[in-house]
């Protein structure tokens, strides 16, 4: 009889001792900031408690309750930093609360955020690419031009009528000018900043036909 106790007792002892092996890892989404203005970059970091070869899914939801679409995070750490790539455009998300939801092996944690509009002057993203292709004599001044016009709100930067695509070869932009296009790639100067310059060429015809 006493064997028999001391051996349920060393099985409870021992059942105690041992980790659940089927716990569902916990997790967790930390918020760099919680307000966002147009042009920065949403930043954030998911917490595990253990790595399990799964990636995170995640959905990004406005107030409207409308859900991007499914995007994997591979997580390979206990932390894993979260950079968005691309900065918040108005074209795209229009100010308001968002909510960050992630599932991870069977977890759920959803975060949230406030994007609004401070009057942040922002160039869109597509412009970085011409901008690139520009300053490498891969695309002509007027072709820069005609990218400014299309891809950038009239409100930041306002191209002459008298500029269009039948004098777009005729525009000459002085090589100096690269090297604020160069500045703004490098992050060296702001969007403001940038198109301000860009503006003070163009009325002062510095850029012109």
Do not use: R
Request: with cysteine; charged share 25%; net charge negative.
């Amino acid at each position: 009889m006493k064997i028999k106790q001391g051996i349920l007792i060393a099985l409870i002892v021992f059942s105690i001792s041992l980790p659940s092996v089927y716990a569902t890892p916990t997790l967790e989404i930390l918020m760099e900031k919680t307000t966002y203005n147009y042009c920065e970059k949403l930043f954030y970091t998911i917490k595990v408690s253990e790595v399990t070869g799964d990636s995170a899914i995640l959905h990004i939801t406005d107030q409207a309750g409308k859900k991007s679409s499914s995007i994997p995070i591979p997580i390979a750490n206990l932390e894993n930093p979260i950079p968005s790539v691309m900065p918040f455009e108005a074209e795209i998300f229009p100010p308001g609360k968002y909510f960050i939801d992630v599932e991870y092996a069977g977890a759920k944690d959803t975060a949230e955020f406030d994007l609004i509009d401070s009057g942040n002057v922002c160039i869109s993203t597509v412009m970085k690419q011409f901008a690139f292709s520009w300053i490498n004599s891969q695309i002509s001044d007027g072709f820069f031009i005609d990218a400014i016009n299309k891809f950038v709100d009239k409100d930041i930067i306002k191209i002459p009528d008298k500029i269009n695509e039948k004098n777009l070869e005729d525009i000459h932009i002085p090589t100096w000018v690269k090297n604020i296009a160069a500045w703004w790639l490098d992050d060296k100067i702001s969007d403001g900043e940038t198109a301000k310059a860009i503006q003070y060429l163009i009325d002062k015809e510095i850029i012109a036909i």
